[in-house]
């Protein structure tokens, strides 16, 4: 079965330190690939999503993340955090053919400390 | 300028007593989603709306199902409530299923069930 791994469950930084959470995926064809943020109290917010091209994507508030075929991972990065990035933060995949299906990984805690 | 509204926030149900938690959404999207996600778990897809066509996840309890009388609103109406049901219950909304569109889902900010 296809299924989504994030092999962070809990990540503790301090400010300013860099970030990144790693992504992988089982599926073997063609897919598309997305990071949700989850702030304390609040809903489901896409963070970036790849679909085609440059496997380098760059989302909102400073993330990025690469798709890296060969390895079948989509890790999320960002260069400094702060402690506004305090959240969850769930990868997710959807094969690309005719159904909406999201299949998210377990999600990967961030608690940036001030 | 919410989007995905769902209704209520918190619920609080019996074992047994069915239950109707609710989702609309001003995007005018086609196709709504429901997700279950319990505590420290992925959310996961029980099933979604193309327009009026309903599509069931194979592992999704009987116990569960959706009505969606226009586009705007979908329900979620678990019969007979367990307390293996209790957990967050996302909706989502996307223009489309998929095929290389760059279609996303938006998300609401989730229904937490309690069932006592």
């Known amino acids: 079965a296809q299924s989504v791994s994030q092999h962070n469950h809990h990540v503790i930084l301090s400010e300013a330190a860099s970030l990144e959470l790693g992504c992988n995926y089982s599926?073997?064809?063609?897919?598309?690939l997305f990071w949700y943020v989850q702030y304390p109290g609040q809903h489901l917010q896409l963070l970036l999503k790849?679909?085609?091209?440059?496997?380098l994507v760059k989302g909102i508030k400073g993330f990025e993340a690469e798709f890296i075929k060969s390895k079948f991972s989509f890790n999320l990065r960002k260069p400094s955090v702060q402690w506004s990035d305090t959240a969850e933060y769930f990868c997710?995949?959807?094969?690309?053919?005719?159904?909406?299906?999201?299949?998210f990984g377990q999600g990967t805690t961030l608690q940036v400390k001030p | 300028d919410a989007m995905v509204i769902q209704n209520p926030r918190y619920q609080v149900t019996q074992f047994g007593k069915p239950v109707t938690l609710s989702c609309s959404q001003t995007?005018?999207?086609?196709?709504m989603y429901w997700y279950q996600q319990k505590s420290s778990q992925a959310p996961k897809l029980l099933f979604h709306?193309?327009?009026?066509?309903?599509?069931n996840e194979a592992d999704t309890p009987d116990n569960f199902q959706s009505r969606r009388p226009n586009t705007s609103f979908c329900f979620l109406d678990i019969r007979s409530p367990g307390l293996g049901d209790a957990a967050m219950y996302l909706c989502?909304?996307?223009?489309?299923?998929?095929?290389?569109?760059?279609?996303?889902?938006?998300f609401g900010p989730g229904t937490r069930l309690t069932v006592l």
């Open positions: 989502a909304t996307s223009t489309r299923l998929g095929g290389y569109g760059t279609d996303t889902q938006y």
């Open positions: 997710a995949v959807k094969r690309s053919s005719n159904t909406g299906k999201l299949i």
């Open positions: 599926y073997g064809g063609t897919v598309n």
């Open positions: 709306y193309y327009d009026k066509d309903f599509n």
């Open positions: 995007l005018n999207h086609n196709v």
């Open positions: 790849y679909f085609s091209g440059d496997p």
